[in-house]
């Protein structure tokens, strides 16, 4: 009789739990089922076969093998001929060349793609294709919008014998081999927390209507990282291009979106074409936030590392020790910079460690 009572006291906490439970699962299906519905519209538009699951998450070991294995990606960044992208370009490829063709790479070529539109003296250091930038003006100041028209020639004009890409920047460093990520009928991407189609819908639904389906067929990334088909890149690179155009000259968009304005661009332009991407939150890391390097395999040093002498984060505020790219806007950083205090993140030592390792073995480093 007292565990009939107990179980009895129990019975409407347990109730709740379950509905918790059945509230939960519903969402989820319900999620994943949006998901296949739009692959499978994209599939039926585009003649293929799709995968019957969200392409939006990591793919399931099972499914890996339908990756086709071995597929090359040519590793394409672009590049003004300010000094300040010019060493973090030789920091990139010095160590694209160290990890190119380790066990686990799948990098193949290599493309400096710059938009100056006049060579400059790292030609002869670094593969590189120049094309030219926008018409004057046109960017209205936002260097990042050449960007996308900068594959647009690249895309036109070069020889490309991989079937793949990897959209990269001079701010980043492979911290070991990288693999070819993509699935052969999805790209792959870094899910950046600040791009957020569903919070900015209004704006998004200017360039991306209703009828081309929920705001949440726009991923959450930029184009880089990314590795893609040649074939889709050229498909899309011209709309990317004009999307960016388009939000730059609207004024509400220019204001909401600022400097990551590109990168819905180019979230909006794949989403119009029906492509969707996996995305890898281990393709990359960025310090001082992500604390490790483990099983991650690029570091992109966009934001300052500021810390007190205790190994304790001073961010917003310039610390004891500090490695910030931007403290090295006219001229290379230093050789042998001084490594961080105990306390400091891996991620942080990694990194100090690596531009150190490559500022030591790049001949002329402080001739720009």
Not at 98 to 116: A, N, V, W
Not at 118 to 134: A, F, R, S, Y
Not at 139 to 161: H, M, S
Not at 208 to 227: C, F
Request: proline share 8%; with cysteine.
């Amino acid at each position: 009789m007292a565990e009939r009572k107990a179980m009895s006291k129990a019975s409407p906490v347990l109730l709740v739990v379950i509905s918790l439970g059945f509230c939960f699962a519903t969402y989820n299906f319900l999620t994943m089922l949006m998901h296949h519905i739009a692959i499978k519209r994209w599939a039926a538009d585009e003649k293929t076969d799709y995968l019957l699951t969200d392409p939006l998450v990591e793919m399931p070991h099972s499914l890996k093998r339908l990756k086709r294995p071995g597929a090359r990606f040519h590793v394409a960044l672009t590049a003004t001929d300010a000094v300040y992208n010019k060493w973090q370009c030789r920091i990139m490829y010095y160590w694209y060349k160290k990890q190119k063709d380790l066990l686990g790479s799948d990098m193949g070529g290599f493309t400096r793609i710059l938009h100056s539109g006049k060579p400059d003296n790292l030609m002869d250091e670094i593969p590189t294709m120049v094309v030219d930038p926008l018409p004057e003006g046109q960017d209205r100041g936002y260097v990042v919008l050449n960007r996308p028209w900068a594959f647009v020639q690249w895309l036109e004009k070069a020889t490309i014998k991989e079937e793949y890409i990897l959209m990269a920047e001079p701010d980043h460093v492979f911290v070991r081999p990288l693999p070819n990520l993509a699935d052969d009928r999805f790209p792959a991407a870094f899910p950046f927390f600040y791009i957020r189609p569903d919070q900015n819908e209004k704006i998004v639904r200017k360039y991306y209507p209703e009828e081309k389906g929920p705001v949440t067929n726009v991923d959450p990334i930029g184009n880089s990282p990314v590795i893609i088909k040649k074939d889709t890149l050229k498909m899309t690179a011209p709309t990317w291009m004009n999307v960016s155009i388009k939000m730059k000259e609207d004024p509400e968009t220019d204001k909401t979106f600022g400097w990551v304005l590109e990168m819905y661009a180019y979230a909006i332009a794949s989403a119009l074409h029906g492509v969707q991407h996996i995305l890898r939150k281990d393709f990359m890391l960025q310090p001082p936030w992500d604390l490790k390097t483990d099983n991650k395999f690029i570091i992109h040093y966009t934001y300052g590392c500021d810390y007190n002498m205790k190994g304790e984060l001073t961010y917003g505020k310039i610390g004891e020790w500090r490695f910030d790219k931007r403290s090295h806007l006219s001229g290379p950083p230093p050789r042998n910079i001084t490594m961080p205090p105990p306390g400091v993140p891996e991620s942080v030592v990694t990194l100090v460690k690596m531009v150190n390792e490559a500022s030591a073995n790049i001949p002329n480093w402080d001739t720009l």
